[in-house]
């Protein structure tokens, strides 16, 4: 099983992203990084379900929020 990791301006947005949310409405920023782990553990479970984005990179939406996982 492959290690998943975040570069850090992809960690920095996320977490920017989760504080904004969490200051639109109280728990909304938790659900958001819910999401976002949601998604990862599913490219983990399966990561050739996704479509490729280029060469060997696949793209993975996150439900619920315009954000994306490559």
């Known amino acids: 099983m492959k290690t998943v990791r975040f570069l850090q301006p ?7 992203a989760a504080f904004y949310y ?4 109280g728990g909304l920023g938790k659900d958001f990084l819910n999401k976002v782990q949601s998604a990862v553990d599913d490219i983990v479970q399966h990561p050739t379900r996704w ?3 280029r060469a060997s990179i696949r793209r993975r939406l996150v439900h619920r929020f315009p954000y994306v996982i490559l």
């Open 10 to 16: 992809a960690e920095n947005e996320m977490l920017e």
């Open 22 to 25: 969490e200051q639109q409405s």
């Open 51 to 53: 479509p490729k984005a």
